[in-house]
């Protein structure tokens, strides 16, 4: 079992950065492949990233390739999820979160655990 707490949402203007941070708790993180999705209102949760558990691997979903960059650090139990060139249509609540899979998925439904998301929000 895991839990995940994000933090590091907020307010930015459109063009401005935010660095997200998931923790974990317990000992196993790197057994767990990790996530990043969003739901903005009245929309489904959207897959944003996702990284392998040695970090080798990540995903991308095409809206954000060159912009957002998710790491991950082992040793502190910590995946991290750094947006630059921020638009107001990514604007949501962003969650992250943990499966034991190999590999990164991107399906939300192949996720077993989810933190309680972080707000942001983009706007002048």
């Known amino acids: 079992q895991v839990q995940l707490v994000e933090s590091g949402g907020g307010l930015v203007q459109p063009g401005g950065s935010l660095r997200l941070s998931c923790a974990a708790s317990g000992r196993t993180f790197s057994s767990y492949c990790m996530g990043w999705f969003r739901q903005a209102p009245g929309k489904e949760r959207e897959f944003v990233a996702a990284?392998?558990?040695?970090?080798?691997?990540?995903l991308y979903v095409d809206s954000v390739k060159g912009r957002f960059t998710i790491s991950r650090d082992n040793a502190k139990n910590t995946v991290y999820l750094q947006m630059n060139s921020l638009k107001p249509e990514d604007t949501a609540v962003y969650y992250c979160?943990?499966?034991?899979?190999?590999?990164?998925?991107?399906?939300?439904?192949?996720?077993?655990?989810w933190g309680q998301g972080t707000q942001v929000t983009v706007s002048s």
């Open positions: 990284i392998s558990r040695s970090g080798g691997s990540t």
């Open positions: 979160a943990a499966d034991l899979r190999a590999m990164p998925r991107t399906r939300a439904s192949e996720y077993d655990h």
